[in-house]
């Protein structure tokens, strides 16, 4: 049976249950899932934004989630200009605690100097072998917004917005997300619909 942990307002529902014209097998996901398959103990990171599907997802896949919606919190902290650096201590979890972290598209809303704060400390937080998964939005995926990425059966994807979030969009290219990734080691990319990119990073 799997565990939820949420810490204090990450229990958090869906702001908006409508869905992005967008579909898309995830290949990413799927090298995620399998590499955490034939462990019965897996824990696994979520930075949110929090979605009751995602978790039903993982309820079948891994022993514990731990759901930390650091996109909320971001949200936050810009709205009232305070530095990004004190929404890391919500990830205060003790080092090499999970087998994967999913990222999602949290580093495309991050200043250069933020990702790389963000990596370091994904990296102290994965076991030896752990994965990430990372999503670059191209620049027509951008227009659409803030969303959660909501995942359904076969690895089909598809998006939702969230309103309530305002956050930047930094429009990088990949060969900078890749050099901001460090130390994580690139495993697999993917070009997805859109134009956005799928990452796959493991921590060696």
Same mark, same amino acid.
């Given at each position: 049976m799997?565990t939820?942990?949420?810490s204090s ?9 409508? /869905?992005?014209t967008?579909d898309?097998? +995830? &290949?990413?996901?799927?090298l ?6 034939g462990?019965?103990s897996?824990?696994?990171l ?7 599907? &995602?978790?039903? /997802? ?5 022993k514990k ?5 650091m ?11 305070? %530095?990004v650096?004190?929404?890391?201590h $919500?990830?205060?979890?003790?080092? $090499? +605690?999970f ?7 949290l ?6 100097? $933020?990702?790389?704060a963000? *990596?370091?400390l994904?990296h ?8 990430? *998964?990372?999503l670059v939005?191209? $620049?027509?995926a951008? &227009? ?8 359904g059966? &076969? ?5 939702r +917005?969230?309103?309530?979030l305002r956050?930047p ?5 990949n ?7 460090t130390?994580?080691? %690139?495993a697999?990319?993917?070009i997805?619909?859109?134009g /956005?990119?799928?990452?796959? /990073?493991?921590?060696d």
């Amino acid at each position: 049976m799997t565990t939820f942990v949420f810490s204090s307002d990450r229990r958090r529902q869906d702001s908006d249950h409508r /869905f992005k014209t967008v579909d898309y097998t +995830s &290949n990413a996901l799927q090298l995620f899932v399998e590499g955490l398959d034939g462990q019965p103990s897996a824990q696994v990171l979520d930075l949110g934004p929090v979605c009751q599907e &995602n978790i039903r /997802f993982f309820a079948q896949r891994v022993k514990k989630l731990y759901v930390c919606d650091m996109f909320i919190r971001l949200n936050r902290c810009l709205g009232k200009g305070d %530095p990004v650096d004190r929404i890391w201590h $919500e990830l205060d979890y003790p080092p $090499e +605690s999970f087998d994967g972290i999913l990222i999602w598209e949290l580093a495309d809303r991050l200043e250069d100097g $933020e990702v790389r704060a963000l *990596v370091k400390l994904c990296h102290t937080l994965l076991k030896p072998g752990g994965m990430a *998964v990372v999503l670059v939005l191209g $620049e027509h995926a951008a &227009n659409l917004g803030v969303n959660s990425f909501v995942v359904g059966q &076969n690895f089909r994807i598809g998006l939702r +917005s969230q309103p309530h979030l305002r956050l930047p969009i930094r429009g990088r290219q990949n060969r900078d997300i890749l050099a901001m990734m460090t130390p994580l080691k %690139p495993a697999k990319s993917f070009i997805c619909r859109l134009g /956005f990119m799928e990452f796959l /990073f493991t921590r060696d």
